[in-house]
């Protein structure tokens, strides 16, 4: 009884641990997103099933940088159900809106 407790407890600490694995792809550094936008989404049937694409929202219509993360539960979830589940969690900053400058003649 007492080592199914700790091997939930173990099993539920990992679950907890995100970020685990990150993919980042930076187009430039310099953002002025203090709070970057997420979306989890979920592949079903080895991706036969595509989620819908996730609207940016960004007012500069440009992202400046986007990360694509998992963590051990959902490498869990995706190895209990062979791949036919696999979540993903995307997060992304949008580049700053460009102001046009004024020059004086």
Do not use: F
């Amino acid at each position: 009884m007492n080592s199914i407790r700790n091997a939930s407890l173990v099993l539920t600490l990992l679950v907890m641990l995100s970020g685990c694995m990150t993919m980042k792809v930076v187009a430039n550094y310099d953002t002025d997103n203090i709070v970057p936008s997420e979306k989890t989404r979920v592949i079903y049937l080895w991706g036969i099933l595509q989620p819908n694409d996730i609207p940016a929202g960004c007012e500069s219509k440009s992202i400046c940088m986007v990360q694509v993360k998992t963590n051990i539960g959902y490498i869990m979830v995706s190895a209990i159900t062979v791949g036919i589940v696999v979540p993903q969690k995307v997060v992304w900053d949008c580049c700053p809106s460009q102001v046009d400058e004024e020059h004086l003649d």
